[in-house]
């Protein structure tokens, strides 16, 4: 089983929608939780953590359920400039510093 | 201003020919990590130092070794490369403490001919 599985996609959504996105780790002892944001042929670039208690910036929100270790991004309104791919991503076990990337969903915002 | 700067950007080397991928680094980070990203995969971490403290991830191949002269700067060498290891290279750094954000680079483009 992989470390950090995602559904792949794409996800084609018109301008003004509400997407979702979902994420599973298999390793219970992780303990750290961001989505990264990466556009076509860049680098990844943090979009945000994720905490337990969710939390939101702006039209973005991301859960954590430990219990059945899954993550999951809320995007509304989407805008063209949501386009990109949104990595999961988790730290690899407890105290670990190192990070385990999901392959990544690919969100296309459509005018 | 750029905190994280690999260099080149674009990469063409042949195969079996040794090739040095650079990234530097204005933060003053102590960590710094090489992954290596193929289409439509993830980044695979494939090293990293933690200071000067060198960490080879267990499926790394022996063809990549790496360098850190200094806090800033640290090198990726492929010693022969093949045609499989085109791929896109990333640079990050990490402060030690309790954050595990990652600033990436830009990343080198290898392609192998």
């Known amino acids: 089983r992989k470390e950090v599985e995602q559904d792949p996609g794409p996800f084609n959504v018109p301008e003004g929608a509400t997407v979702a996105f979902n994420c599973t780790y298999s390793n219970s002892a992780s303990q750290s939780f961001f989505w990264y944001r990466q556009d076509c042929r860049k680098e990844p670039k943090l979009l945000m953590s994720?905490?337990?208690s969710g939390n939101e910036d702006g039209r973005f929100t991301a859960q954590l359920n430990r219990a059945s270790q899954y993550i999951s991004l809320l995007i509304r309104d989407s805008k063209l400039s949501d386009s990109a791919t949104y990595l999961c991503?988790?730290?690899?076990?407890?105290?670990?510093?190192?990070?385990?990337f999901g392959t990544g969903t690919r969100l296309t915002v459509i005018p | 201003d750029a905190m994280v700067i690999q260099n080149p950007r674009y990469q063409v080397t042949q195969f079996g020919k040794p090739v040095t991928l650079s990234c530097s680094q204005t933060?003053?980070?102590?960590?710094m990590y090489w992954y290596q990203q193929k289409s439509s995969q993830a980044p695979k971490l494939l090293f990293h130092y933690y200071d000067k403290d060198f960490n080879n991830e267990a499926d790394t191949p022996d063809n990549f070794q790496s360098r850190r002269p200094n806090t800033s700067f640290c090198f990726l060498d492929i010693r022969s490369p093949g045609l499989g290891d085109a791929a896109m290279y990333l640079c990050a750094t990490r402060a030690s403490g309790p954050s595990y954000e990652q600033y990436f680079g830009p990343g080198t483009r290898l392609t192998v001919t």
């Open positions: 991503v988790v730290t690899r076990g407890a105290g670990a510093n190192n990070l385990f």
């Open positions: 994720v905490y337990s």
């Open positions: 933060l003053n980070h102590n960590v």
